[in-house]
């Protein structure tokens, strides 16, 4: 199955970032709502997933960052050479288009 038959199973940066968020929140809540009711296995599970959400969090913005630095080096390459970016545009869409009519 390609994403082209499954369009709703394309994954953009926004919902991306959105989707992260949102599980980032809903495992914050939970490690609030369960802080005081719990064993002491649950209280080491409970200590890793805040250790790992930490890491998580702090890698998500190392790679945010870097798409960040990319999209700006690629628009600026753009700019600095409109019909050059344009040629190359064409000749990679004329060759994804030449080997998926091969199929």
């Known amino acids: 199955?390609?994403?082209?038959e499954h369009p709703e199973q394309e994954v953009t940066?926004?919902?991306?970032?959105?989707?992260?968020?949102?599980?980032?929140?809903?495992?914050?809540?939970?490690?609030?709502?369960?802080a005081g009711e719990l064993g002491e296995r649950?209280?080491?599970a409970r200590v890793r997933?805040?250790?790992?959400?930490?890491?998580?969090?702090?890698?998500?913005?190392?790679?945010e960052e870097r798409a960040m630095?990319?999209?700006r080096a690629t628009d600026r390459v753009i700019?600095?050479?409109p019909y050059?970016?344009?040629g190359v545009a064409f000749g990679v869409g004329l060759l994804i288009g030449v080997l998926v009519t091969r199929r």
Not at 23 to 28: F, K, N, R, T, Y
Request: charged share 30%; no cysteine.
């Open 13 to 34: 940066m926004g919902k991306l970032v959105k989707d992260f968020k949102l599980v980032v929140h809903d495992a914050e809540t939970l490690l609030k709502a369960s």
């Open 49 to 63: 997933l805040a250790a790992s959400l930490e890491s998580a969090r702090t890698n998500f913005h190392k790679v």
């Open 69 to 71: 630095e990319g999209a």
């Open 1 to 4: 199955m390609t994403e082209a």
């Open 79 to 81: 700019r600095d050479h």
């Open 42 to 44: 649950a209280r080491e």
């Open 84 to 86: 050059q970016s344009i």
